[in-house]
T-cell receptor, first 114, second 111 residues
Framework: DAGVTQSPTHLIKTRGQHVTLRCSPI?????VSWYQQVLGQGPQFIFQ???????GRGNFPDRFSARQFPNYSSELNVNALLLGDSALYLC?????????????FGSGTRLTVV | QKEVEQNSGPLSVPEGAIASLNCTYS??????FFWYRQYSGKSPELIMS????GDKEDGRFTAQLNKASQYVSLLIRDSQPSDSATYLC???????????FGAGTRLFVKA
């Protein structure tokens, strides 16, 4: 079985541009969460989606948005990129609505904003 | 006060020793607690989960939880060089829709 897949793996963007990151959860998992990890820090919660509905949102500006599709895959969109958005973006998949059994993470998308 | 606090380390132990990693959290309503291992350049991997007070053992790993003290720990027995990684403590918030991670503790196991 495929694990959590994320695309692209690496991305370089210019300040002010827009980016879309994609995630496919483990087959059968209906919950997808997005995290941002800056070098040297732990992952910071951005969004959680379950059954195509937003269930949780972290302390990120409105430039960050996400959605989940009927096949449970998900997109994270970031508008008006800033240098500080450079980070590893992690998608986490969970079988349960509230991830009480923990996450399986994808390999991440490394975003560099120049 | 940070929601989940860990010593950043690095923690250095000799091969074969016990590594002890600690974590405190602020949300008294939390019910689910996790330890993730993250190798350099890789994504986090779940290694332990614990939900009730006391100890939970899985191979060389033991997780300990004390909800009254809002304290979680991870013991790694017979540490191996392959255990060298960053260990992330994670706590699910009350309501369960957000898991908060600490900044991680870097562990080095010297051969």
């Amino acid at each position: 079985d495929a694990g959590v897949t994320q695309s692209p793996t690496h991305l370089i963007k210019t300040r002010g541009q827009h980016v879309t990151l994609r995630c496919s959860p483990i087959s059968g998992h209906k919950s997808v969460s997005w995290y941002q990890q800056v070098l040297g820090q732990g992952p910071q919660f951005i969004f959680q989606y379950y059954e195509k509905e937003e269930r949780g949102r972290g302390n990120f500006p409105d430039r960050f948005s996400a959605r989940q599709f009927p096949n449970y895959s998900s997109e994270l969109n970031v508008n008006a990129l800033l240098l500080g958005d450079s980070a590893l973006y992690l998608c986490a998949s969970s079988l349960y609505e509230t991830a009480e059994r923990g996450y399986t993470f994808g390999s991440g998308t490394r975003l560099t904003v120049v | 006060q940070k929601e989940v606090e860990q010593n950043s380390g690095p923690l250095s132990v000799p091969e074969g020793a016990i590594a002890s990693l600690n974590c405190t959290y602020s949300d008294r309503g939390s019910q689910s607690f996790f330890w993730y291992r993250q190798y350099s350049g890789k994504s986090p991997e779940l290694i332990m989960s614990i939900y009730s007070n006391g100890d939970k053992e899985d191979g060389r790993f033991t997780a300990q939880l004390n909800k009254a003290s809002q304290y979680v720990s991870l013991l790694i027995r017979d540490s191996q060089p392959s255990d060298s990684a960053t260990y992330l403590c994670a706590v699910q918030n009350t309501g369960g829709f957000k898991t908060i991670f600490g900044a991680g503790t870097r562990l080095f196991v010297k051969a």
